[in-house]
């Protein structure tokens, strides 16, 4: 057997069953060894930002690793960017890198680099392969890894001459660990600040916002009052009518800053304490009061639905609070404005969604449309590094076959991964994908001024604007073989979007703003 | 001033003043100390794959640094796989890297990251500013580094707070070091080698593969019968009707194991001495034959021109050797044919054109169709990073606005940075783009059996096509604001390539293959 088979059957005996993938030459033994194997599925990107953002959708939706396989340093590197947002989300996710073959790299041919330096800082396991004997064991290894603390990247650079010698095995596989559950006096002392009477707010994160998690943190916010909340860059949140409410920071200072001052404690499972985006001159970036005591109840690594159930059990008496739940919105007509866009996405979106959020300042106003609609999974950037929808969206809908996907994309952010169209065509998808149109990095016209540097004038105003040329979506996912179309008024936006979520793959649907 | 203003004053001082950008929220107060300064050029791309090779083609063309602004560590992670090609073209470069305000650090917000790791393989230089009063210094000093050892990457991050603080002041500029000469005994046993009789070739790279480097050169074949290489991954390399012939090292290993066969000398100017790109099972990387003696006469670092013209004043008798060129390529019509397409270009090529090459395997044949053109100027994939063509183009079109640029691009290639087509267009840049649609990763079906790996099967072939769907070129560059066309015969690639090489800005030509 040789290296490459024994990493991928391996892979497959850890349940990876899935690869998102932009191979070279250096990674042909292991595409021959997918070749002969034939159970692993592959799903090719045209570019790694969407082989990375793809592993990281399907992650989240199916709660086990896909493994990527990626070429050399530079393909490695394309990935990054959505590896900095995968690492954010705290995914499983298990990236295969090739290399040269090890007596090839003394020549320091041309993609001859670096790679463990550029992988260290977004993989809590890395390693490369040093001969087909241990393949095997790296695989599982690297497998097990991904599968700790809750979910994390860990990376495997496997050598040419490793995947096609002989002499490799498949390795037995080491259940992963659990995720750690925090100590018990740490959730007594929750509790005790739950029972307080002191105003109380939870910012919940990973498998917190959804399932029993999610459930388990409706309980306890019925029993004590306490609010909750998902940090601005959440991974998944489960919303809809009928669900716990779940409040999202806000993105702006002052406006996140009034939605937090009124509480005197703030609980933390699976968060870190919120704080600006950004720095702001003159501002502090914290914001809680300074007066609001803060606990980590458990942190990133540890399980955070476990222990909202363990502090469910600590405060008896505790019932499901049902709110009513106001009806859905009513099918909007008119100009195209960004409140009517939202009701109809509210006012349509089907029973178990999966919406991708990437819409930044057009969309801020979709979340809370959609509330009443169905239970839905809501995907958010959790990094911060744009390009992230389309891609997100292909993973979650490879994780999902049978859920409709709704992606929602900014102009701007959707041009750093236009690539993943091709894939949601070639794959027959079932995404809808809604550009916002504004032409324009339209964050940073506001940021400019609330950086104190003044209004834009002529050279910044035209760094800030995407038009000029225009960019034409519909040509554009035409180009990439999804169907799409333009919507000028809500009654063309709703029409399109109904047909969105009835059609057999993937559609488009331009919004000029 | 501001941190950002000394660092823009100090810049546009050394002569740097064309900046190729996509920068975000930490970068508001570079962008605004460009904005109140106005004097830099400023280029935006919509992908920072774009940005880095734009601003190594304009090094390759201008002979001196572009910079660089990027956000953060993704926004650089996005420009790393063409950084690593400008690496290896050893170009003057100067990015500067945005990063958050160094208090904001300790929140490790979700934009934060480790960006000195990912940039250090990149940069020869590399430096985080601490403080405002520095910038200005430490911009003047990236500059020096840039402009070092014949041209490389220098990169200085530079924290929001550093940016936006008072108390900074322009740096005053050293003058980089020329690049340092072989000793004189170097060059001596040079030309003894060059005098013996044996077979010997000379393999050049860097600033001796044009202007007077490469006449030099020509003095030397002339005079010696030594045969000029260059290297398969070349920087620039000048061509054309009355210039010194210069063969291009072949990219299959035993076609150059055959083309290099003779040689019992290789003087290595700038150049490593040749290996395959690859390795393969049980094949020796080395292209020369074991008994040829190899001499670095000058290392990349080195001055290769200056060397060449230190060599003829050792080689009396030198005169330059005019071969008789014949006449260009007859006009082809007919159906498209590989030869077909590389004639029509030979044909037509305009004087004092740039050509970059990205064809991978469609294009094979075109340089020396061109051989008879009028001189021109070929720039090359010289990491082997791909999606550099288009960017690199922008770059050269900026450095060189009396010059049509000729973009030769395979289509798998393309559509790493087909956002590169938009910053085209915004700009009006004269690039005649041509797209070899051959709807595969072409390179990956031969490699597949040449390692040894078999036929492809299924699912290889089906991750190595990239038609399935078709990418549609003519809407993708409509989309992105460039007239395009298909061409299904040579007749309308001949009138194709002659509207594009008189058109005003860019156009596209897509050719089905």
Redesign the interface.
């Known amino acids: 057997m040789t290296g490459a088979e024994a990493l991928i059957r391996t892979l497959l005996a850890g349940a990876v069953d899935t690869c998102f ?1 932009n ?4 990674e ?2 292991v ?2 060894a ?3 194997i ?1 159970e692993m599925r ?1 799903v ?1 990107g ?2 790694e ?1 969407v082989v990375t953002a793809a592993a990281d959708g399907y992650a989240r939706m199916a709660e086990k690793p896909a493994c990527t396989l990626l070429h050399l ?3 490695f ?2 990935g ?2 959505n590896l ?1 947002n995968a690492r ?1 989300a705290h995914v499983p996710m298990v990236n295969i890198i090739g290399q ?2 090890i ?2 790299h003394r ?5 001859d ?2 790679i463990e ?2 992988a ?2 977004y993989s809590r396991w890395l390693r490369t392969s040093r001969c087909a004997s241990t393949a095997g064991r790296d695989a599982a290894e690297a497998v097990t890894a991904s599968r700790a603390a809750g979910g994390q990247i860990a990376t495997l650079i496997v050598p ?2 490793v995947s ?1 010698s002989e002499g490799a095995s498949i390795a037995p596989l080491f259940p992963p660990p659990e995720a750690e559950m925090p100590g018990r006096e740490m959730v007594e002392r929750a509790a005790a600040m739950l029972r307080s009477g002191l105003r109380t707010a939870i910012l919940l994160s990973g498998n917190a916002l959804y399932g029993k998690g999610l459930e388990a943190a409706g309980h306890v916010a019925a029993a004590t009052g306490a609010k909750l909340f998902a940090p601005y ?1 959440f991974t998944r949140l489960q919303c809809g009518a009928g669900l716990p409410a779940v409040e999202r920071v806000h993105y702006i200072l002052e406006q996140a800053k009034q939605q937090l001052g009124e509480f005197r404690q703030l609980i933390l499972v699976g968060a ?2 919120p ?5 702001y ?1 003159g501002k502090d ?1 914290t914001l809680t009061p300074a007066e609001c005591e803060i606990l980590t109840l458990a942190n990133a690594d540890q399980n955070c639905a476990g222990v909202m159930e363990a502090l469910t059990a600590l405060l008896p008496g505790t019932r499901q609070l049902v709110e009513e739940t106001p009806g859905r919105p009513a099918l909007p007509d008119g100009d195209i404005t960004l409140t009517g866009l939202a009701s109809a996405i509210g006012a349509l979106l089907p029973e178990n969604a999966i919406v991708v959020d990437e819409s930044m300042t057009s969309g801020r106003g979709i979340m809370a449309a959609a509330r009443t609609a169905p239970p839905h999974d809501w995907l958010g950037n ?6 992230i929808a389309m891609p997100l969206a292909v993973g979650a809908a490879v994780a999902s076959p049978d859920r409709r996907v709704l992606c929602l994309s900014a102009d ?1 952010s959707g ?2 991964t ?2 993943a169209l ?1 894939t949601m ?2 794959e027959g998808l079932k995404i809808t994908t809604v550009i916002f149109a504004n032409r324009a ?1 339209a ?2 016209k506001r ?2 001024s609330y ?4 209004d ?5 105003s ?2 800030f604007d ?1 038009g ?9 996912a ?4 999804v169907p799409a179309v333009r919507a000028t008024s809500l009654g063309e936006f709703t029409q399109a979007l109904r047909g969105g979520f009835e059609s057999g793959g993937p559609t488009l649907i331009e919004v000029p703003l």
Chains 1, 2 share one sequence.
Do not use: K
């Open positions: 993938t191979p070279g030459t250096s042909i033994h595409v021959a997918l070749d002969r034939g592959c090719p045209l570019f930002g340093g530079p393909g590197a394309n990054i960017a900095h954010r040269h073959a007596p090839h020549h320091d041919t041309p993609l680099g670096d330096s550029i260290r800082p040419a001459d096609w860059p870190q304490a704080v600006a985006y950004f720095a001159p970036s959790t990094g911060g590094s744009i390009g701007g041009m750093y236009l690539q091709w065509a070639r990095y964050v940073l940021e400019f950086l104190g540097a003044g834009p004038g002529q050279l910044a035209s760094l995407i000029c040329p225009d960019l034409d979506w519909v040509q554009l035409r180009g990439l073989g």
